[in-house]
């Protein structure tokens, strides 16, 4: 992969969020003291559900190891490094109202409840009985 970074394949011969996060944390410019507990678990997770989304629409592979740590790395790069947030975690942290314009994609649907993201974090949202949105959610 990029920078040097080896990937050690798991007992079964594949690679999971497991065999990412051991060579991501060895990665060169990483420290590993710097990542708060779960986010390469968060990440890796919206990066593989992007890129998979990704190779559906057009058809041909985008989810490949060297995709998966090269944005790792850029996430890193962005958010530990430079202390660049998403509007995800802005929100989430009370630095920004929730009431901003934003882009938000709707990753999961239940008759009950959706989960907002932004790409790089998401949100549970309830969906009240009778509003419009409930009606659409039931009609599918």
Known sequence: LGDGVMVVLSDKGDIGVEEFSVAFLCSPGV???????GWLRNH???????????????GRLVLTPTAVMDRLKYRYDREVDRGERSILRKVVEKDESAAVPMVLC????????????????????SIQMGTALHKLVGRG
Do not use: A, C, F, N
């Not at 420290?31 to 507990?37: A, E």
């Not at 890796?44 to 057009?58: A, C, M, P, Q």
């Not at 649907?109 to 998401?122: A, E, I, P, R």
């Open 31 to 37: 420290d590993p003291k710097l990542i708060p507990d």
């Open 44 to 58: 890796y997770g919206w990066i593989v559900w992007g890129l998979d989304s990704l190779e559906r629409r057009l």
């Open 106 to 125: 709707v990753s999961e649907v239940s008759s009950d409840h959706l989960v907002l993201t932004d790409g790089w974090y998401s949100l549970p949202s």
